[in-house]
Nanobody
Framework: QVQLVESGGGLVQAGGSLRLSCVAS????????MAWYRQPPGKQRELVAF????NTNYADSVKGRFTISRDKNTVTLQMNSLKPEDTAVYYC???????????WGQGTRVTVSS
């Protein structure tokens, strides 16, 4: 089993920055992929970015503004030039393969005011 704990959410004005972190513990040797998803109010959960080995991928809506990185058991999402539409609960996930989300964190809320 893998446990994921996110931190770094909060309230920020449009144009500002936030840095989200997710620390994995437990059977971390099994992790291949780590990712960030978000769920805006009243909407479905969507992929923001993932990192698998050295490969990264981003949603079109965040390209050029967000950067995902991983250092051992911690995955970080640097979010710059935030927009009100980035408001959501952000979830960290970890997968045993490059294509799966086997574990989820509890989420951290990001609110961007206009």
């Amino acid at each position: 089993q893998v446990q994921l704990v996110e931190s770094g959410g909060g309230l920020v004005q449009a144009g500002g920055s936030l840095r989200l972190s997710c620390v994995a513990s437990g059977s971390t040797f099994s992790i291949n992929r780590m990712a960030w998803y978000r769920q805006p109010p009243g909407k479905q959960r969507e992929l923001v970015a993932f990192i698998a080995v050295v490969n990264t991928n981003y949603a079109d809506s965040v390209k050029g503004r967000f950067t995902i990185s991983r250092d051992k058991n911690t995955v970080t999402l640097q979010m710059n030039s935030l927009k009100p539409e980035d408001t959501a609960v952000y979830y960290c996930s970890a997968g045993r393969t490059p294509y799966t989300n086997d574990y989820w964190g509890q989420g951290t809320r990001v609110t961007v005011s206009s």
